[in-house]
């Protein structure tokens, strides 16, 4: 039986991303033996350095704070699952830097999904398409994935509440810092019910600009499609697409809306649609 506490114990260490952290354990066969490990052999593995290493020795006297953070786990019903259960998602086995760890609210559902994305600062024009996109779309089978950002993936989410289907939101912070955005919080209950809420990053860690962009991979693994519905004018929406290109997802991009970044999301390999319809016959 896996002890979790060292899993959350090794990755609250600076320095210890997704490619270092699989290194370690492969290499010591579980996070408890390398922090049984001597400086030596840590210092074996590939571009570890005496920083990380005194980082793993003085992290040793943390495992307190990682039972409390346990205990919250299972009050909140949140289950954390490592790249060593049997059942870790299969969508992200193989993607880049796949995650050691996620930490998951409910279940990752069983059905064919899409992933709706946009700008932050939608249009209203925006928000009333991803919501009546993402309706149309759950009422043909599909299970909305978003992004967990506010403006056009909040209105995905909001649009599969509406048809009182499943929701999956990948968080760009620690699954203990999720909090509700304002335009769901008259649906609280309805989301807490509904929605499956999933996170690789340290439960504590926040938001930044690198863990939104890096978040982008996992939307993308656990979409068979994209659908951008309003990009925008910053490369957030870009990052996605580009991960579903490397992914080899299908990328589709809702035409009644421009903005500066459709180009290049057209040059991804996008195909330019105009109706639910249309996207679902392709």
């Not at 260490?13 to 354990?25: N, R």
């Not at 932050?120 to 919501?131: F, H, N, P, V, W």
């Not at 009182?164 to 909090?179: C, V, Y």
Request: proline share 4%; hydrophobic share 40%.
């Amino acid at each position: 039986m896996q002890d979790l506490r060292y899993w959350l114990l090794l990755q609250s260490i600076d320095g210890i991303g997704p490619v270092f952290f699989k290194a370690l354990v492969n290499k010591f066969s579980n996070p408890k033996s390398v922090f049984e490990a001597n400086a030596k052999d840590l210092l074996t593995i590939p571009r570890i350095n005496n920083n990380i290493v005194d980082n793993i020795f003085t992290v040793k006297n943390n495992l307190k704070s990682i039972e409390t953070l346990l205990e919250q786990f299972d009050e909140q019903a949140i289950k954390i699952i490592t790249f060593q259960d049997p059942d870790y998602p299969e969508p992200l086995i193989n993607i880049q830097n796949a995650p050691p760890i996620i930490y998951l609210y409910g279940n990752i559902p069983k059905a064919k999904t899409i992933g709706i994305i946009g700008t932050r600062d939608a249009s209203e024009q925006g928000i009333k398409k991803a919501t009546e996109y993402a309706i149309a779309l759950t009422k043909a089978g599909y299970v909305i994935i978003s992004g967990y950002a506010k403006g056009i993936d909040t209105a995905a989410h909001l649009g599969a509440l509406q048809a009182k289907a499943k929701t999956l939101a990948i968080l760009p912070t620690g699954i203990l810092k999720f909090k509700l955005h304002q335009e769901l919080s008259d649906v609280s209950d309805e989301f807490m019910n509904h929605a499956t809420i999933l996170s690789e990053f340290y439960p504590l860690s926040e938001w930044s600009v690198g863990n939104a962009l890096l978040r982008n991979r996992i939307t993308s693994a656990f979409s068979d499609k994209i659908l951008v519905i309003e990009s925008g004018d910053s490369g957030g929406t870009l990052s996605t697409c580009e991960y579903a290109k490397a992914q080899e997802k299908p990328i589709f991009l809702y035409d009644g809306i421009q903005s500066s970044m459709d180009r290049k999301i057209l040059e991804l390999g996008a195909v330019s649609i105009a109706s639910v319809d249309e996207l679902l016959d392709l």
